[in-house]
């Protein structure tokens, strides 16, 4: 044919010119990425099967040594204390998760009620306390919760703690700190669900003989999943792995597994330990996604509603 | 009381036999609609209903026509329940639903924009006001199938809804809402957004739906076209006021003032300037008409007129200059210059001559086709 002479030049040099677009626009993230994890990934990896040295420094030879003790079994025999520490962790992240789907749905929808030119103030007003630095964020609550302040004595008041305990610390500083935090996260999602629900069909549901609740159930509340699941991804995954909210806030009674973690590398005390114990959240993390996925897939009729 | 009547519903349409729902409708007993003085104002300036006041007969086609704004959907919703009169009484077949919720009301609605629920496939769309009655899921199934056989879309049930196309969504919906066996249909402009083949189409398919079940119709739309077409009465509304009630022979032809008669697309209206006995005189000059009225403008409709060639004397006959034609093949509509003033015709085009722009032409009209009217 008369243009096999011309067409593979002008191809190969099409290609050659894709090629070096893809150089210059995936280059740099790829770079980025086994840099800043790809390669220190495969490190803890390798430093969770290594031995624990005298300075708490990874040695070798390779052992499962550190797995054991995560699991608990140590000098003295086997004790509970990692395994409350996972449970607690896993607790904490769904009370918050759920605590945070209670005040995140109302607010969402609310403000898809205000009038257009609000909503964006609205959400702003939602967003900007993440724009402060989240030690700080939590310093402001242990002001606000620590023995003798108002909130505390209000709850010594009403009994629900006992006298100069005060609210902080407490797991319930820690609750209330990660619901705090994490509000955006969930805000935002749903009310982009919201907001792409037609409010004519709340109207058909009704006029189909659906009572208010009915209509909630049967015709809203199925369109907010994506968001709903998009959120609780967003949320429980960094609560599962929060390290500075029980630091400040749980004063040693809410120790979730991102403490141990940092306990293990920032005392010098056993990186191997601490390198096992972010891989089990990393699997832990990987099992909530995936059930989630599946949650999401039965619940959205077949479709792809997370991630 | 209204519960009771659902409840009632609910026990009889399971044993009814296949094909009772759609086919034996005659036997049915269509709701009439009684609305009394009925008021609504959104916030302190905006009146959607001004005192309206209208019954609607059981199986009746009604329609409610209006510009946009004039209330005929807010007085359409207020029938749903969806919206609540601030003053005024409803009843639909004798019982008063003024204070009924929408849920506990024997009424369905077809949405202008459908409404359809995208999470929910057809099958479960349609079946969605017949769970929420609490069908058991058996009866639901069959009546589902019935109804979508009766509106030839059987084998979109499993479908999901976006893969529909505008016309299908359309019938959808119209067949969610009859699946419930309604005592009154509400149709909010349900064919607007659709082109104007597909809407043509629909409306004669909605006409026929209508006649066959026997079932009471609210119809909102804003076409005088549309309205004329399907509807056994026609409520022609503006400023939240109703005009006019009544046929639409009667309602294009006997317009009960000005608005109506622009609304319905009557272009020639004239100020009557003067009047002795039925002869009137207007800007085009002196007319003979068969009852003088008392009404101050004359109305001519395009369609009443004949034009003949040349300049022709005789009572009612006035001389004119063609200024613009439009051929649309069954008909052409002109322009004409009379005096100083301007008349529209319509000529039927049965092969005879058609005068040109520029020819001088008589105009004649019989004074049985001249209406007066009030402003």
Same mark, same amino acid.
């Given at each position: 044919?008369?243009?096999?002479?011309?067409?593979?030049?002008?191809?190969?040099?099409?290609?050659?010119?894709?090629?070096?677009?893809?150089?210059?626009?995936?280059?740099?993230?790829?770079?980025?990425?086994?840099?800043?994890?790809?390669?220190?990934?495969?490190?803890?990896?390798?430093?969770?099967?290594?031995?624990?040295?005298?300075?708490?420094?990874?040695?070798?030879?390779?052992? !499962?040594?550190?797995?054991?003790?995560?699991?608990?079994?140590?000098?003295?025999?086997?004790?509970?204390?990692?395994?409350?520490? $996972?449970?607690?962790?896993?607790?904490?992240?769904?009370?918050?998760?759920?605590?945070?789907?209670?005040?995140?749905? +109302?607010?969402?929808?609310?403000?898809?009620?205000? @009038?257009?030119?609000?909503?964006?103030?609205?959400? !702003?007003?939602?967003?900007?306390?993440?724009?402060?630095?989240?030690?700080?964020?939590?310093?402001?609550?242990?002001?606000? $919760?620590?023995?003798?302040?108002?909130?505390?004595?209000? /709850?010594?008041?009403?009994?629900?703690?006992?006298?100069?305990?005060?609210?902080?610390?407490?797991?319930?500083?820690?609750?209330?700190?990660?619901?705090?935090?994490?509000?955006?996260?969930?805000?935002?999602?749903?009310? /982009? =669900?919201?907001?792409?629900?037609?409010?004519?069909?709340?109207? /058909?549901?009704?006029?189909?003989?659906?009572?208010?609740?009915?209509?909630?159930?049967?015709?809203?509340?199925?369109?907010?999943?994506?968001?709903?699941?998009?959120?609780?991804?967003?949320?429980?995954?960094?609560?599962?792995?929060?390290?500075?909210?029980?630091?400040?806030?749980?004063?040693?009674?809410?120790?979730?597994?991102?403490?141990?973690?940092?306990?293990?590398?920032?005392?010098?005390?056993?990186?191997?330990?601490?390198?096992?114990?972010?891989?089990?959240?990393?699997?832990?993390?990987?099992? &909530? !996604?995936?059930?989630?996925?599946?949650?999401?897939?039965?619940?959205?009729?077949?479709?792809?509603?997370?991630? | 009381?209204?519960?009771?009547?659902?409840?009632?519903?609910?026990?009889?349409?399971?044993?009814?036999?296949?094909?009772?729902?759609?086919?034996?409708?005659?036997?049915?007993?269509?709701?009439?609609?009684?609305?009394?003085?009925?008021?609504?104002?959104?916030?302190?300036?905006?009146? /959607?209903?001004?005192?309206?006041?209208?019954?609607?007969?059981?199986? #009746?086609?009604?329609?409610?026509?209006?510009?946009? &704004?004039?209330?005929?959907?807010?007085?359409?919703?207020?029938?749903?329940?969806?919206?609540?009169?601030?003053?005024?009484?409803?009843?639909?077949?004798?019982?008063?639903?003024?204070?009924?919720?929408?849920?506990?009301?024997?009424?369905?609605?077809?949405?202008?924009?459908?409404?359809?629920?995208?999470?929910?496939?057809?099958?479960?769309?349609?079946?969605?006001?017949?769970?929420?009655?609490?069908?058991?899921?058996?009866?639901?199934?069959?009546?589902?199938?019935?109804?979508?056989?009766?509106?030839?879309?059987?084998?979109?049930?499993?479908?999901?809804?976006?893969?529909?196309?505008?016309?299908?969504?359309?019938?959808?919906?119209?067949?969610?809402?009859?699946?419930?066996?309604?005592?009154? !249909?509400?149709?909010? #402009?349900?064919?607007?957004?659709?082109?104007?083949?597909?809407?043509?189409?629909?409306?004669? #398919?909605?006409?026929?739906?209508?006649?066959?079940?026997?079932?009471?119709?609210?119809?909102?739309?804003?076409?005088?076209?549309?309205?004329?077409?399907?509807?056994?009465?026609?409520?022609?509304?503006?400023?939240?006021?109703?005009?006019?009630?009544?046929?639409?022979?009667?309602?294009?032809?006997?317009?009960?003032?000005?608005?109506?008669?622009?609304?319905?697309?009557?272009?020639?209206?004239?100020?009557?300037?003067?009047?002795?006995?039925?002869?009137?005189?207007? =800007?085009?000059? #002196?007319?003979?008409?068969?009852?003088?009225?008392?009404?101050?403008?004359?109305?001519?409709?395009?369609?009443?007129?004949?034009?003949?060639?040349?300049?022709?004397?005789?009572?009612?006959?006035?001389?004119?200059?063609?200024?613009? @034609?439009?051929? @649309?093949?069954?008909?052409?509509?002109? @322009?004409?210059?009379?005096?100083?003033?301007?008349?529209?015709?319509?000529?039927?085009?049965?092969?005879?001559?058609? +005068?040109?722009?520029?020819?001088?032409?008589?105009?004649?009209?019989?004074?049985?086709?001249?209406?007066?009217?009030?402003?």
């Amino acid at each position: 044919m008369a243009y096999t002479g011309v067409m593979p030049s002008a191809r190969s040099r099409a290609m050659v010119r894709e090629a070096r677009h893809l150089l210059f626009t995936v280059a740099p993230g790829a770079v980025w990425i086994v840099i800043f994890l790809v390669l220190p990934g495969a490190y803890l990896m390798g430093v969770a099967f290594m031995t624990n040295g005298p300075y708490g420094l990874p040695e070798m030879p390779l052992s !499962l040594e550190s797995f054991k003790r995560l699991a608990g079994f140590g000098f003295l025999g086997w004790s509970p204390g990692n395994l409350y520490t $996972l449970l607690r962790s896993l607790w904490q992240t769904a009370v918050s998760t759920g605590l945070v789907v209670l005040v995140a749905y +109302p607010i969402a929808y609310y403000i898809t009620t205000c @009038r257009e030119k609000w909503r964006p103030i609205m959400l !702003l007003l939602v967003v900007v306390p993440s724009w402060t630095n989240q030690v700080i964020r939590t310093f402001g609550w242990m002001n606000l $919760l620590a023995p003798g302040t108002p909130l505390s004595s209000m /709850a010594e008041g009403l009994g629900l703690i006992a006298p100069n305990m005060g609210l902080y610390p407490s797991s319930f500083a820690v609750t209330l700190g990660l619901v705090y935090n994490f509000l955006p996260f969930m805000v935002l999602p749903l009310y /982009a =669900a919201f907001e792409k629900l037609d409010t004519a069909q709340v109207e /058909a549901a009704q006029d189909l003989f659906a009572s208010p609740v009915r209509a909630f159930w049967h015709a809203v509340f199925p369109q907010t999943l994506p968001g709903l699941l998009a959120g609780i991804v967003l949320v429980a995954i960094p609560a599962f792995g929060m390290y500075v909210i029980p630091e400040l806030l749980g004063g040693g009674k809410g120790m979730m597994l991102g403490n141990l973690v940092a306990t293990q590398f920032a005392g010098g005390a056993n990186w191997p330990l601490g390198a096992a114990g972010a891989i089990l959240m990393l699997i832990a993390t990987f099992i &909530g !996604l995936f059930a989630m996925r599946r949650i999401g897939k039965r619940l959205g009729g077949g479709e792809e509603v997370v991630i | 009381m209204n519960e009771t009547i659902t409840a009632d519903a609910i026990a009889a349409s399971p044993s009814r036999p296949a094909g009772a729902a759609v086919e034996g409708e005659a036997s049915r007993q269509a709701s009439a609609i009684e609305m009394q003085g009925l008021h609504k104002r959104f916030g302190r300036a905006t009146v /959607a209903l001004d005192g309206v006041d209208l019954t609607i007969e059981a199986g #009746e086609f009604f329609t409610l026509l209006g510009p946009s &704004g004039c209330g005929k959907t807010t007085l359409l919703r207020i029938l749903a329940g969806l919206e609540e009169a601030d003053d005024g009484r409803l009843a639909i077949g004798g019982k008063d639903i003024t204070e009924v919720p929408p849920h506990r009301r024997s009424v369905n609605t077809v949405f202008q924009s459908y409404a359809l629920f995208p999470h929910l496939s057809v099958r479960e769309n349609l079946a969605f006001g017949l769970k929420m009655r609490g069908m058991a899921a058996a009866a639901r199934h069959a009546k589902v199938d019935e109804i979508a056989d009766f509106i030839k879309l059987g084998d979109l049930v499993d479908r999901r809804v976006d893969q529909l196309s505008g016309g299908q969504r359309q019938r959808i919906a119209l067949a969610r809402a009859l699946v419930c066996e309604p005592d009154v !249909l509400l149709l909010d #402009e349900p064919l607007s957004a659709l082109d104007a083949g597909l809407r043509s189409q629909l409306q004669v #398919e909605l006409l026929r739906v209508q006649k066959r079940l026997g079932m009471t119709f609210v119809f909102v739309t804003h076409d005088q076209q549309e309205a004329m077409v399907m509807s056994d009465r026609i409520a022609v509304l503006n400023g939240g006021v109703i005009q006019q009630v009544g046929p639409p022979r009667e309602v294009y032809e006997h317009p009960a003032n000005a608005f109506v008669a622009r609304f319905m697309g009557h272009d020639n209206l004239y100020p009557v300037t003067g009047r002795q006995g039925s002869r009137l005189t207007t =800007a085009l000059g #002196e007319l003979s008409t068969a009852e003088a009225g008392e009404g101050e403008l004359l109305l001519i409709r395009p369609e009443t007129l004949d034009l003949l060639p040349g300049e022709v004397e005789g009572d009612n006959h006035l001389p004119a200059v063609v200024v613009e @034609r439009l051929y @649309r093949g069954s008909h052409a509509e002109y @322009r004409l210059e009379v005096g100083d003033t301007t008349l529209q015709a319509t000529l039927n085009n049965r092969g005879r001559h058609l +005068p040109e722009v520029g020819d001088r032409v008589t105009v004649t009209v019989a004074p049985d086709d001249l209406v007066t009217l009030s402003e």
